[in-house]
């Protein structure tokens, strides 16, 4: 069974850095695209940055030049540096990948990593 584990959540001050990771285990022949998203509170979820297979990188104009996506492809692993985080980057952030398995092409979700931004 696939499943996807973030960590590195927590409380941090505005202008502050943290990072997020999020890793595949399971069965997995390939994957696909990897991504970012986050819900706050009392609004719908929403795509924070995407990256390929081959390293191409999709942002939220929102977290354009702050937050950074990488992918260890051998470790099936993705994160998200956040630097210089805002009050409004508190949500709850969501992995999100596109995974080829024995079941078939499937776009899984981990739990989420709760990520707060207060002074």
């Known amino acids: 069974q696939v499943q996807l584990v973030e960590s590195g959540g927590g409380l941090v001050q505005p202008g502050g850095s943290l990072r997020l990771s999020c890793a595949a285990s399971g069965k997995i022949f390939s994957i696909n695209i990897m991504g970012w998203y986050r819900q706050a509170p009392g609004k719908e979820r929403e795509l924070v940055a995407s990256i390929t297979s081959g390293g191409g990188t999709n942002y939220a104009d929102s977290v354009k030049g702050r937050f950074t996506i990488s992918r260890d492809n051998d470790k099936n692993t993705v994160f998200l540096q956040m630097n210089s985080l805002k009050p409004e980057d508190t949500a709850v952030y969501y992995c999100?990948?596109?995974?080829?398995?024995?079941?078939?092409?499937?776009?899984?979700w981990g739990k989420g990593t709760l990520v707060t931004v207060s002074s």
């Open positions: 999100n990948a596109v995974i080829r398995s024995w079941g078939g092409t499937t776009a899984y």
